[in-house]
């Protein structure tokens, strides 16, 4: 006897749960469904223009503060309400956050009020510390608070409105040529229309480079919110900043002879009725000479010795040392010549005993001279003379000057050749170096056309304009073509509603024997113009008839009179 094993099956799910969308189409297949379905549908459509009227009239919203602790966050908030601007608190981040317009003004309003005031920043962040972290982390949490020390002092110029510094310290090695030396970036926001000068910028450079152990000034990378590089390292070798240089100090020319011709032609033509223009081509070419000169020198020092004629034909003899039992030899007197003017007395050494052993008193005549060697020294004057030009020598100007003409009326030459003289006595006119002034009238263009400002379409008020305006299409055009139709076909229903009550039977119903309209009420005109059908019309004239006899016979007198016409 075998046993057939059935496979188990899965119940299978009720009917109503077996086919969502069908039970669904039966739902609002339902009378009362379908009857209150367009009521439905334009509340929908009703909430859906609300929804993107609040979407679209709320302004776009900026973070105003990140991070902050549970205090800080309620006196934020409690500021912001008494000053009458809207805030919210996003739930996930715990961002406060403003509209987008009212960003400065709330900024301005807790600046001036020290909110937040519990921040941390610098040093404070190691006091949240947590024990048992390593040393990386440490080491991370150092560098953060030093960068946030840093950044406040930087913010303390008056120029600079944030700052962030960003410092890279690479870890120190035990080994000499593996040691890498830190650098450090700053990243500057400005207030709005100022600028650093270089001094300032060296003045940040240095104050980073000081505050980090073997950092140098040529690490430190300065730029400002722009993306602009404000460091400018010392490369005095390379041609960029030497033709920098060039045009600075062309430029600081320049405008010293435009402040010159400003307070000249002020009080003459007015503050707004001229323009000046100067161009100065600068010779700023660094020149560098030196010179030595000698002059004829004197005789400081003289040293040697002589010979006279005829002293190797008596040679010496006799007994060493009996010099004087011999009669001296016979000499002859001869007068010293005068010593040279430019040597002085002094100069001129005493002569050296000569081979024979004798000294003369004065200088030998060269006659009686065999031979001589002598060595001389001379005093020589020296002049040393060093001349060095510096750069800014003016080598051309060119300067350009435009008069307002006053009241639409051209100056007149004699005028304009006033000015120009004026302006050639400012500058400094030198015809030999090929100068050019020029004074010209001309009308300038309308000053309320060049201040007219930015375009109307970049205004700050167009956003909220074209947001209202958006919302308020949209929600009307949401009720004209989807409340209005909705509308019109409830009201149709109910006049049907009203004819068939009227009728005591469903519209286009075939009409039957008898009056039609027996189990009716009143008939209006309205019915009858609004009827569909031929029956539905005869049902209804008779039920008409039947209601206002007196009506219905004066109107089929008035028809008959129409046809016998």
Do not use: C
């Amino acid at each position: 006897m075998t046993t057939a094993v059935t496979p188990a099956v899965a119940p299978a799910l009720p009917e109503r749960f077996a086919n969502p969308l069908k039970q669904i189409g039966s739902l609002i297949a339902q009378p009362a469904v379908k009857r209150s379905l367009p009521l439905i549908l334009m509340i929908g459509l009703i909430a859906a223009a609300g929804l993107a009227w609040m979407m679209l009239s709320t302004p776009p919203q900026r973070t105003l503060f990140s991070g902050l602790p549970d205090a800080d966050k309620a006196a934020v908030v409690q500021a912001l309400d008494q000053a009458n601007i809207d805030n919210h608190i996003d739930n996930g981040t715990g961002a406060v956050t403003v509209a987008n317009d009212d960003y400065s003004r709330a900024r301005m309003l807790l600046a001036s009020q020290d909110l937040p005031k519990s921040a941390p920043g610098g040093y404070a962040i190691l006091d949240n510390l947590p024990m048992g972290v390593s040393r990386a982390v440490e080491g991370e949490r150092l560098r953060q608070a030093r960068e946030s020390e840093m950044a406040q002092s930087i913010e303390e110029i008056d120029a600079v409105a944030e700052a962030r510094v960003h410092l890279a310290m690479p870890e120190h090695s035990v080994f000499v040529r593996d040691q890498a030396a830190p650098s450090a970036s700053v990243i500057l926001k400005l207030q709005p229309g100022r600028a650093l000068s270089d001094a300032q910028v060296r003045s940040v450079v240095n104050l980073v480079a000081s505050s980090v152990p073997g950092m140098t000034p040529d690490a430190v990378t300065v730029v400002d919110q722009m993306g602009a590089l404000l460091t400018k390292h010392d490369g005095s070798g390379s041609s960029t900043a030497a033709g920098n240089e060039r045009i600075a100090f062309q430029q600081r020319v320049e405008d010293k002879y435009r402040q010159q011709l400003a307070q000249l032609l002020t009080p003459l033509v007015g503050a707004d009725n001229f323009s000046t223009e100067v161009q100065a081509e600068v010779n700023l070419d660094e020149t560098q000479a030196s010179s030595e000169s000698y002059n004829d020198g004197a005789l400081r020092a003289e040293q040697g010795n002589w010979t006279t004629k005829g002293s190797d034909t008596a040679p010496a003899g006799g007994i060493p040392g009996a010099l004087s039992n011999t009669p001296p030899p016979a000499s002859t007197i001869a007068a010293a010549a005068p010593p040279p003017a430019a040597a002085p007395a002094a100069a001129t050494p005493a002569p050296t005993a000569t081979a024979a052993g004798t000294t003369p008193a004065g200088p030998m005549p060269d006659a009686m001279k065999a031979s001589d060697n002598y060595s001389r020294d001379y005093a020589l004057g020296k002049q040393v003379s060093v001349t060095r030009q510096a750069p800014g020598e003016i080598k051309r100007l060119s300067v350009a000057v435009l008069l307002r003409q006053p009241d639409g009326k051209p100056r007149g030459k004699a005028e304009i050749a006033q000015i120009e003289q004026l302006v050639k006595a400012a500058v400094g006119y030198d015809a030999s170096r090929s100068d050019q002034v020029t004074v010209i009238s001309r009308s300038f263009a309308d000053a309320a056309e060049s201040d007219a400002g930015q375009p109307w379409y970049e205004a700050g008020w167009l956003p909220m304009v074209a947001r209202n305006v958006t919302a308020i299409l949209i929600a009307l055009l949401v009720l004209i073509l989807g409340v209005r139709p909705l509308s019109k076909a409830l009201l149709k229903k109910r006049e049907e509603a009203g004819v068939r009550a009227a009728l005591g039977r469903p519209i286009g119903s075939p009409q039957g024997g008898g009056d039609g309209g027996a189990h009716g009420g009143e008939v209006s005109i309205d019915m009858l113009e609004s009827s569909r059908g031929y029956d539905d019309r005869v049902g209804l004239v008779r039920g008409f008839t039947r209601d206002n006899p007196t009506r219905a016979a004066l109107a089929v007198r008035d028809m008959i009179k129409a046809d016998a016409e």
